[in-house]
């Protein structure tokens, strides 16, 4: 068997649509593990912009099948739009399937998650509001609605009935918001599920037969390691596990058929969203950074804050991760910035000297991250296709990475196009 795990190691944004949409070409499956249609995964083909929410990045390549996992939280009326956004440019998907175990988000789920973020004034999370962790948390609560579920119109009707009584009750009462009207929705839903009745299978035994007949399977997270339910920065964080880890809850799969685990960092960090930022640079190096990266999400089109390379949080991300093939992102960007700064320690507030990542939150805003200095370059590397086309600083660079984290760098990508990459190992 040949499976690959890509994940992010930092907050998001990291470049992973790009990474998976290259090693999709010689993918036989390619699987979304987590999260929902609040990632925003861009993928280039020539001129051509592609910006997925909710399909697997790979589903522009694999020539095989896409898989949308038990473990994501899908609103089919995004995957509808997402389907007929890319069969309106002559792309056939009929390779795309969806988990009868993934759940269901509910319009109840959006508005709960719109009307929480409203009522924080001031001290939101930052979510998309999209509906996510209200799904998750039905799920959790043992309430929610499954895509199964929507070729049942009796088991649905009934599903529905049973959460609009609360949910009505809490939009009402609560927020002082109007009602759903539980026909409108039943009604809906019920016609969502005819349309896509041929697209939900049980993925999980597919799966498994796959890894079983050695095929080519590539599963996909969401988000990032920092941004992780357990082990990111809580509260400020996703509402699944977008690790490695993830995978084997997350599309059903056991942790011995996991191979190339491949973790995807910036050559700087990046944050979209309230959160800790020890290594942020709110100044104007910062937009400099920004807007040379075009750093602005690709779900929200909110800047992303931006700021230097954090080795701290990057090595806590690869130690819960597991990582064994390591993936530096858009290092053409640092190019005409001298010196450039990575984190490579943090002091505490009581003057304690830390080489990891806390647990603790609130302490975090307070760290002071410990950096070391080294010499940038003025080449333009765009062009570079070889590891020797890099300047001498510019390897320096990733070989600090590399020396630190006790990891190879496999991967380094150069601007966004799926050309401009250096692949310094083939993985396939």
Not at 104 to 110: C, L, R
Not at 169 to 179: G, I, Q, R, V
Not at 219 to 225: D, R
Not at 348 to 361: A, L, P, Q, R
Request: with cysteine; charged share 25%.
């Amino acid at each position: 068997m040949s499976t690959y795990v890509v994940v992010g190691l930092q907050y998001g944004d990291e470049g992973k649509g790009k990474i998976t949409d290259v090693l999709s070409a010689k993918s036989d499956y390619v699987v979304r593990f987590q999260g929902g249609d609040n990632a925003g995964h861009t993928v280039y083909v020539g001129d051509e912009k592609f910006v997925l929410h909710l399909l697997p990045s790979g589903v522009l390549q694999c020539k095989g099948k896409c898989i949308i996992a038990n473990g994501v939280v899908v609103n089919p009326k995004s995957f509808i739009r997402e389907i007929e956004q890319l069969e309106s440019k002559g792309m056939n998907t009929d390779h795309v399937f969806i988990s009868r175990r993934a759940h269901v988000i509910m319009p109840y789920h959006i508005l709960l998650d719109t009307y929480r973020e409203e009522e924080k004034g001031g001290t939101e999370i930052g979510t998309t509001k999209k509906g996510i962790g209200p799904c998750y948390e039905d799920k959790i609560a043992r309430v929610g609605i499954r895509m199964v579920d929507l070729l049942n119109p009796e088991i649905l009707r009934e599903k529905i009935e049973k959460n609009l009584r609360v949910k009505n009750s809490l939009f009402e009462k609560y927020f002082e918001k109007p009602t759903l009207d539980i026909d409108e929705i039943y009604n809906e839903f019920v016609e969502i599920g005819k349309k896509l009745q041929d697209r939900i299978v049980d993925t999980e035994l597919e799966l498994n037969e796959a890894i079983r007949d050695n095929k080519n399977i590539l599963f996909e997270g969401a988000q990032a390691l920092m941004l992780d339910i357990d082990f990111g920065t809580y509260p400020f964080v996703t509402s699944s596990s977008p690790s490695t880890g993830g995978v084997c809850a997350g599309a059903g799969v056991p942790p011995t058929s996991l191979q190339n685990l491949i973790g995807v960092a910036k050559a700087y960090t990046t944050r979209v969203g309230n959160g800790p930022f020890p290594t942020e640079l709110d100044n104007e190096l910062g937009e400099k950074i920004r807007q040379i990266g075009g750093e602005f999400g690709a779900t929200t089109g909110r800047p992303r804050r931006t700021g230097w390379l954090d080795l701290v949080s990057l090595k806590h991300a690869t130690m819960i991760n597991g990582i064994n093939n390591l993936v530096i992102t858009k290092l053409d960007v640092l190019s005409g910035i001298s010196p450039l700064k990575i984190a490579t320690k943090y002091k505490t507030e009581d003057g304690k000297i830390i080489d990891y990542f806390t647990s603790s939150t609130t302490k975090l805003y307070d760290y002071e991250p410990i950096y070391e200095e080294l010499e940038g370059w003025d080449e333009d590397i765009s062009h570079a296709r070889t590891y020797d086309d890099l300047p001498e600083n510019a390897k320096k660079y990733i070989e600090f990475i590399e020396n630190y984290l006790g990891i190879n760098v496999y991967l380094v990508s150069v601007g966004p196009e799926r050309s401009q990459n250096i692949i310094r190992k083939e993985l396939f």
